[in-house]
């Protein structure tokens, strides 16, 4: 179980990478696309954002099967390997809190309570929390059970990474609602 269980979660956590650099595109052209007039008068943003937010949310559907599935072939492996499928080390809690940031981005969406804009900046926050399931617990928390990898990690470039996204949600934000304000 433990190579399709590492296969399964590392795919999942690829398609949630995948849905972040769509996100990151989609709100690069929130702020930079040229956005459109309607005969009505009303503005809208490029078309291209439709098409990104959609891809991204396929994305997002796939990270999230993928992510149950790998964890519960990691339950499996652990429970022959340590006779107990569920430890609460920190790489399970976070692999679990981020499939339920994935499943809440999602499920708002479903429910229309998230737009195209509103879900791209929930791809990049449902990245976010990849990232430290990822890097974070092992490098920056250090890890029990799941101690591989484990070191002195560089809070430096997750920092940046964190910050530079922050702004480009800013400024998409700021454009978008400048673009599509009611005149």
């Not at 929130?30 to 009303?42: A, Q, S, V, W």
């Not at 990245?127 to 990898?149: D, K, P, Q, T």
Request: with cysteine; hydrophobic share 55%; aromatic share 14%.
């Amino acid at each position: 179980w433990l190579a399709v269980h590492v296969v399964t979660i590392v795919a999942s956590y690829g398609a949630g990478m995948l849905a972040w650099g769509l996100a990151d595109g989609a709100l690069l052209c929130y702020l930079f696309g040229r956005y459109r007039t309607m005969p009505d008068g009303e503005r809208r943003p490029p078309e291209i954002c439709s098409t990104l937010s959609e891809l991204l949310y396929r994305c997002m559907q796939a990270a999230v099967l993928l992510l149950v599935v790998g964890t519960i072939l990691g339950g499996l492996w652990a429970d022959v390997s340590w006779g107990r499928f569920w430890s609460w080390d920190r790489k399970e809690v976070w692999a679990l809190i981020s499939l339920f940031v994935y499943l809440l981005i999602l499920h708002a969406r479903y429910v229309r309570l998230l737009g195209e804009f509103t879900l791209a900046i929930g791809a990049v926050l449902g990245a976010f929390a990849i990232i430290m399931a990822w890097y974070g617990v092992n490098y920056v928390m250090g890890s029990a059970l799941h101690g591989y990898g484990a070191g002195t990690g560089s809070l430096f470039y997750g920092g940046l990474i964190a910050g530079l996204n922050f702004v480009l949600i800013l400024a998409a934000v700021i454009r978008c609602s400048w673009m599509t304000r009611k005149r």
